[in-house]
């Protein structure tokens, strides 16, 4: 579970990303990359001595300028649990390749299931 | 072959370092350096002071190879003199890796020394605090540089 990762996971979530000119930026999470990019929406962004506010329905914020980000509590745990969801479909996936082959086989031309338009009308 | 050198380094090391704890600060006896060193500090309570010199105290979770880090019941601390201290809690922080400075394990026992001997103020006392603090160092810095200049000295950086 990197960084990058528990960042993704907080798509959609009220984030506080501190900049490095020391101006705060509260707001909804849309997206982020991996350069720590991010969009954010419904952003309030409170200046460096903390007295003047701006509104913003939409926010970019360039990844090299971030100090840091405020997240949510749980987040970590969330996390974790999205990492163990995301490795258990793996292994499902790896051990179910059986039955993957003979989904793909149904509709070849020698197996008796196959009930192709074409073959229907030949 | 290797075994066998590896063990005449490590009993060579014994003889240079008086205890463990000198042999554990020499680079080699990590396995990684770099940001990997971390792996050690993992879900233990560390400090990390920026490059600003403000200072996150809380549980390290994750980082990354640009030591991003994740710190979890996060803390900001602020120490003043060698009598005051204030703290502002941060909960879950995702640092950049650009602006830390230093990361480094805590030892509970001397920190709770440390503490007991502080009172603890208000936070934002404290930060108006530094703020003047650094403001006269500040302006000492310049009076000193203007001095030098007028007496034909380049003052260095």
């Known amino acids: 579970m990197l960084p990058l990762f528990l960042l993704a996971t907080a798509k959609g979530e009220p984030i506080q990303v501190e900049l490095k000119n020391n101006v705060t930026i509260n707001g909804y999470l849309v997206d982020c990359d991996s350069w720590m990019n991010l969009t954010l929406e419904n952003v309030l962004e409170v200046d460096a001595t903390g007295e003047h506010f701006k509104k913003f329905p939409q926010f970019y914020v360039h990844g090299v300028e971030i100090k840091g980000v405020r997240m949510d509590e749980n987040i970590i745990d969330r996390a974790r649990q999205k990492e163990q969801r995301a490795r258990n479909w793996n292994n499902n996936n790896n051990s179910n390749n059986n039955q993957r082959r003979n989904y793909n086989n149904r509709y070849s031309a020698n197996s008796s299931g196959g009930n192709r338009g074409n073959q229907r009308q030949r | ?157």
């Open chain 2, 1 to 157: 072959m290797t075994q066998n050198q590896n063990r005449s380094q490590t009993a060579g090391l014994s003889d240079v370092f008086q205890n463990d704890s000198e042999k554990d600060l020499y680079l080699e006896s990590y396995m990684y350096t770099t940001a990997a060193a971390l792996v050690g500090s993992i879900d233990k309570i560390v400090t990390v002071t920026l490059r600003e010199g403000r200072v996150f105290i809380g549980i390290l979770r994750t980082f990354d190879q640009f030591a991003n880090l994740v710190l979890q019941d996060t803390v900001e601390r602020i120490y003043i003199g060698d009598d005051k201290y204030a703290e502002a809690p941060q909960g879950v922080f995702l640092i950049r890796g650009e602006n830390v400075s230093l990361v480094g394990e805590i030892d509970l026992d001397q920190q709770d020394k440390d503490l007991e001997k502080r009172s603890q103020i208000p936070f934002p006392e404290a930060q108006r605090i530094r703020k003047e603090l650094v403001a006269a160092k500040q302006a000492k810095t310049t009076k000193e540089r203007e001095l030098m200049l007028s007496k034909g000295f380049e003052p260095q950086s």
